[in-house]
């Protein structure tokens, strides 16, 4: 697999997807072994080698080092990318196989331990709320756009919803566990809500 931060853009703009990246994931490695509140922005400047200043620049507060996903939009490209014959559910279920390809092994070791933190951490998860309002917002926008209906249909919203509800459970079971195999999970639960959903 090939990392995202190095999948789309120009050179400047690979340069600075990775650099945001290994800001995070020092960050995140840090948090994990000394605890979120006794990690310093400072601290976290010095591993990645950069000045806090660069580190405010990708990341505007603390929590963000934690909060911010730069994996969705892929996911959301990808799902965009998906042939016309797949209904709502397979097309989401491909996103997903698609935009996690480009994850190497250490992207789903930190997108992990990102993910416990946000569960052990009561800031981190009253912070992570709006970026899944976020996340659900543009799904359901994305999936109305696929339909061709509004994206206050009722149908869109109580699909949507459902499959939101899959990845959102998968993940917390994934991040609640041992497995790293996150794609087996949520393939088997999106198969399982399309075979037992109306289109």
């Known amino acids: 697999m090939t990392s995202a931060a190095g999948s789309k853009g120009g050179l400047r703009e690979r340069k600075k997807a990775r650099t945001k990246l290994a800001i995070q994931g020092h960050a995140i490695r840090l948090f994990r072994e000394r605890g979120f509140a006794a990690t310093t922005v400072e601290q976290v400047a010095e591993a990645a080698e950069?000045?806090?200043?660069?580190?405010?620049?990708?990341?505007?507060?603390?929590?963000?080092?934690?909060?911010?996903?730069?994996?969705?939009?892929?996911i959301f490209a990808a799902f965009v990318a998906q042939p016309p014959e797949l209904n709502l559910i397979q097309a989401w279920r491909a996103a997903m196989w698609d935009g996690m390809a480009q994850m190497?092994?250490?992207?789903?070791?930190?997108?992990?331990?990102?993910?416990?933190?946000?569960?052990?951490?009561?800031?981190?998860?009253?912070?992570?709320?709006?970026?899944?309002?976020?996340?659900?917002?543009?799904?359901?926008?994305?999936?109305?756009?696929?339909?061709?209906?509004?994206?206050?249909?009722?149908?869109?919203?109580?699909?949507?919803?459902?499959?939101?509800?899959?990845?959102?459970t998968t993940s917390l079971e994934w991040v609640r566990s041992e497995d790293t195999d996150i794609l087996s999970s949520i393939e088997n639960a999106l198969t399982q809500l399309d075979d037992g959903l109306l289109r």
């Open 50 to 74: 950069v000045s806090p200043s660069t580190v405010f620049r990708y990341f505007p507060t603390k929590e963000d080092l934690v909060v911010n996903d730069d994996y969705d939009p892929i």
């Open 104 to 168: 190497t092994e250490d992207d789903l070791t930190t997108q992990l331990d990102r993910g416990r933190l946000l569960l052990s951490v009561p800031e981190l998860w009253g912070a992570t709320l709006h970026s899944i309002r976020d996340t659900m917002a543009t799904m359901t926008r994305l999936s109305a756009e696929r339909l061709g209906r509004p994206t206050d249909d009722p149908a869109v919203q109580a699909t949507v919803g459902a499959i939101f509800g899959v990845l959102l």
